[in-house]
């Protein structure tokens, strides 16, 4: 009896400090005077069950919401968050010039009283497919989850292949500048469609789940591998509970492979078709020597160990 009046204190008390947390962050913000009052002061209301196919999916780490468990909020209930509005000239997923209105994904953060920091939002999409927004990249790039395309609700319809704009949900930015190159791969835009879950994960666990074992400095060919991967590979291939579940290949079954078949590892990086006649995977055909050698030690580094233990 005693144990579980505890634990239910125990439990407000978390709950309240998240939500001290949320508003600590909404006051700190500098916010034009007069937006101040739409920030976080409605807080989006929760739904247990999915009420209508354009519902967004939450799941994660939810402030005041039992873990594992999953919440949906409403599209209406999304367009009254502060919105922004721009013309974007150069998403590869509209034909041409476009006019995106939505919400910044850390104005979504402050209305679920998610703290900003070490949160990693992942976008995860109808087939699977997760795009991902460490805190550098938000704050790089201001990514939006976008409700209107050209004054539009997006059409939630059957998928018949990447890029497009697939609804419920897409992000895309006001405008996407690559700020760095690793090797032969550009820093890269997230910009999923067909989007129907947000999911809120602790940045450091996301990402260490990634992170070469062991001990490799900077600039070594590990490193470059797992920059590579954390923007490419983690979309479709997930290491655990992170990362996209489109290819059904996890990152210990990569890991194998580039250990124990390197040359089919990196063709079928280069080039799937080369290699299997059902390949959906996307080619990378810009990826040099150094880039897939630089994969194949990154992934070997998971590979278990032979001999030892
Ligand atoms: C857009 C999704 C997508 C991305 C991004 C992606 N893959 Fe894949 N990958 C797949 C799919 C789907 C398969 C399953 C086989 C197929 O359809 O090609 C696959 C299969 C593979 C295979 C062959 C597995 C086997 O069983 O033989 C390798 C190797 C591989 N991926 C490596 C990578 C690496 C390394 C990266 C990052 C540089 C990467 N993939 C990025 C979707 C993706």
Redesign the pocket.
Known sequence: MKITWLAGLLAIAATLSLAVTGVEKLFSQEEPAGQEKSVGQEKLPLHEKRMSPDDLKLSGELPGVPANSVRFVSYLELAKLPQVTFTVTDDPNFKKKAEITGVHLDELLAALGIPGKNTLIAAICDDE?EAHYPVEYRAAHDPILVLRLNGKQLAVSKRTG?GGIYGPYLISHPSFTSRYRTLAHPEEAQIPNGVIELRFVKEDLALGAIHPPGEFADGSPQMQGYL??RE??F???NAGPYG?R????SWS??AK?ADSKPV??SA??KD?PS??A?????S?PDYDDATLAA?TAY?RAFAPEKGSK
Do not use: T, W
Not at 278 to 282: F, G, H, I, K, S
């Open positions: 497919y990447d590579i991967a490419n590979c979309r479709c291939h996209g489109k290819a059904s290949v079954s990569l492979m089919y590892f079928y990086i799937p290699q299997s059902y390949a959906e995977m996307p990378f994969l992934f």
